[in-house]
């Protein structure tokens, strides 16, 4: 099999990763990691939601919709609900003074984003392998060697040094914890991105 790391494409932008550790820290002053009722090893903390509506940050729509294949038989089943990413267009409020602000404001500036979220993997822990309806904006803000992103088969590590990658979600993939320490990325689902 030919591997493609063409499913990770670093962007031509680049944030400060002392400022992105101090506005997390700032972040979980005001609100902590929630989850999905029933699923283990998954945090988020929303930046965006729909304009108006606080409920559209709870729950499983902390999660969205999703594709996996869940056992030997190898059939493709959906989770969860559907997502209008394109309505999740405010940033929240209470955290408008906080350097993710700035990071909102120059992506949305380059890209057509739906939900911005902080997403936690904790220690010795993974993702389904599953695939998503649309790619991902990762920027690392906390992480380890053992923190592996796996696209299509393809292993990578991407490090917190301020850079921004988009991964292609729509294929399947996962992503595991391997070290001792959280794993915390920014995460946000791009609209109007294609991969070659």
């Known amino acids: ?7 990770f494409q670093r962007q031509d932008v680049k944030f400060d990763i002392n400022e992105l550790q101090k506005a997390y820290k ?3 002053k ?13 945090g988020a903390i929303s930046l965006t939601q729909i304009p108006g509506d606080p409920n559209s940050i709870k729950g499983n729509k902390a999660r969205g919709v999703f594709w996996t294949k869940p056992d030997k ?8 609900q559907k997502i209008d990413e394109a309505a999740y267009s405010e940033f929240i409020d209470e955290y408008k003074d906080t350097y993710f602000k700035e990071v909102f404001e120059t992506l949305s500036s380059k890209y057509k984003l739906g939900r911005v979220r902080i997403l936690l993997k904790e220690p010795r822990s993974t993702l389904s392998w599953h695939r998503d309806p649309e790619p991902r904006l990762h920027i690392p803000i906390i992480t380890n060697p053992g923190a592996i992103m796996v696209v299509d088969h393809v ?15 729509t294929k399947y993939h996962n992503a595991f914890n391997g070290g001792e320490e959280n794993r915390i990325h920014l995460v946000a689902c791009v609209l109007d991105y294609k991969f070659n």
């Open 155 to 169: 292993a990578k590590h991407m490090p917190a040094d301020g850079s921004v990658w988009i991964t292609n979600n």
């Open 73 to 80: 038989s190898g059939k493709e089943v959906v989770r969860d």
């Open 1 to 7: 099999m030919e591997l493609n790391f063409n499913d």
């Open 26 to 28: 700032e972040i979980l």
């Open 30 to 42: 005001i609100k902590s990691f929630s989850g999905v009722e029933g699923v283990s090893n998954f």
